[in-house]
């Protein structure tokens, strides 16, 4: 199983534009900022539009937001709204019990 053909499906970020109103709320995102749930999996340029709807003079940063948004992210919302997110926790449960039942061996890839 290649770890990287279960990650999101465009862009990291997209994760957070299931959670919008958490980010607004912590003050990430500008008030008002909204994005159609149902299209969270298709929109590209995610950074770009983080970028665009952050509070005025402030930008996205991966180094600085990324782990700050990525602990508002509400699991329950993500899995519900994300089709990437459903795929790499399946991929993480697989992982577990072939673990729990010693039928994997890791091998780096690099």
């Known amino acids: ?13 997209a994760w957070f534009l299931a959670n919008i109103d958490i980010l607004v709320q912590k003050g990430y995102l500008r008030q008002g900022a909204s994005y159609p749930s149902n299209k969270i999996e298709e929109k590209r340029g995610v950074k770009e539009w983080l970028n665009a709807n952050m509070p005025e003079g402030r930008r996205y940063r991966e ?10 992210i509400e699991f329950e919302r993500t899995h519900e ?6 795929r790499l926790e399946h991929a993480i449960a697989e992982l577990l019990h072939a673990i729990d039942n010693s039928t994997v061996t890791i091998t780096p890839s690099f």
Do not use: I
């Open 1 to 13: 199983m290649n770890l990287f053909s279960v990650l999101h499906k465009y862009e990291y970020e």
């Open 63 to 72: 180094t600085v937001n990324q782990l700050k948004m990525t602990r508002c």
């Open 81 to 86: 709204l994300s089709r990437s997110f459903r």
